[in-house]
């Protein structure tokens, strides 16, 4: 088991966060959409961040798939590594955040508490939940890699939304019916609550 290191400190910048947001032109936060597999996080999170893009504003997408490439090579779909992929997407996106960039993340991160921890790393305003709800017969006619047939099937444990549980949010910032809405109206949705939040100009 590895141990928490305790020889290090913070090293403050001389730029921060609201130099950099004043730089940009434009606030920094984070987006989070969560929601099941196939109820079109990823195609909603590019599409939001395309049109902010267009505005001007500097974005960066972090998508589930991309993630497992990389940052979270060395993970399973435990539990456990679930909740350290989520940990660690939120670190990455507190950084992002801290670094004037409005940054969008699509990942399932099924548990609640998972949710709420990474909603503890930023000031009140910062962290936009966005709900993404689709039917599962929708999810599975957007499911190329036939995962929820497999899951079905037994040859796929712990998929959420089958045999592991997915804990809608409660009361999240934004919640988009991603099953039944078209895509542009989604993304004006998202788009109109930031302008109210006063997080990007109408």
């Given at each position: 088991?590895?141990?928490?290191?305790?020889?290090?400190?913070w090293e403050h910048s001389l730029i921060n966060r609201q130099h950099r947001e004043k730089?940009?032109?434009?606030?920094?936060?984070?987006?989070?959409?969560?929601?099941?597999?196939?109820?079109?996080?990823?195609?909603?999170?590019?599409?939001?961040?395309?049109?902010?893009?267009?505005?001007?504003?500097?974005?960066?997408?972090?998508?589930?798939?991309?993630?497992?490439?990389?940052?979270?090579?060395?993970?399973?779909?435990?539990?456990?590594?679930?909740?350290?992929?989520?940990?660690?997407?939120?670190?990455?996106?507190?950084?992002?955040?801290?670094?004037?960039?409005?940054?969008?993340?699509?990942?399932?991160?099924?548990?609640?508490?998972?949710?709420?921890?990474?909603?503890?790393?930023?000031?009140?305003?910062?962290?936009?939940?966005?709900?993404?709800?689709?039917?599962?017969?929708?999810?599975?006619?957007?499911?190329?890699?036939?995962?929820?047939?497999?899951?079905?099937?037994?040859?796929?444990?712990?998929?959420?939304?089958?045999?592991?549980?997915?804990?809608?949010?409660?009361?999240p910032e934004v919640s988009v019916a991603t099953g039944t809405d078209e895509l542009d109206?989604?993304?004006?949705?998202?788009?109109?609550?930031?302008?109210?939040?006063?997080?990007?100009?109408?």
């Amino acid at each position: 088991m590895n141990q928490k290191i305790t020889n290090v400190v913070w090293e403050h910048s001389l730029i921060n966060r609201q130099h950099r947001e004043k730089l940009n032109g434009h606030k920094s936060f984070v987006l989070w959409f969560t929601g099941l597999s196939g109820s079109g996080k990823s195609t909603l999170a590019h599409s939001v961040e395309k049109k902010l893009y267009e505005r001007g504003c500097r974005t960066f997408v972090l998508d589930g798939d991309n993630v497992r490439h990389g940052l979270s090579s060395n993970l399973s779909f435990s539990e456990d590594d679930r909740k350290e992929n989520i940990r660690r997407i939120g670190e990455a996106a507190k950084l992002m955040t801290e670094a004037g960039i409005i940054t969008l993340t699509a990942f399932i991160s099924p548990f609640r508490a998972d949710r709420e921890m990474v909603r503890a790393l930023f000031p009140s305003g910062k962290f936009i939940e966005v709900y993404c709800s689709a039917s599962l017969k929708v999810r599975e006619g957007r499911d190329p890699k036939g995962l929820y047939k497999k899951a079905r099937a037994g040859e796929i444990k712990n998929y959420t939304g089958i045999d592991s549980p997915y804990e809608m949010p409660i009361n999240p910032e934004v919640s988009v019916a991603t099953g039944t809405d078209e895509l542009d109206l989604c993304v004006e949705q998202v788009l109109n609550n930031l302008a109210y939040a006063g997080l990007i100009s109408s």
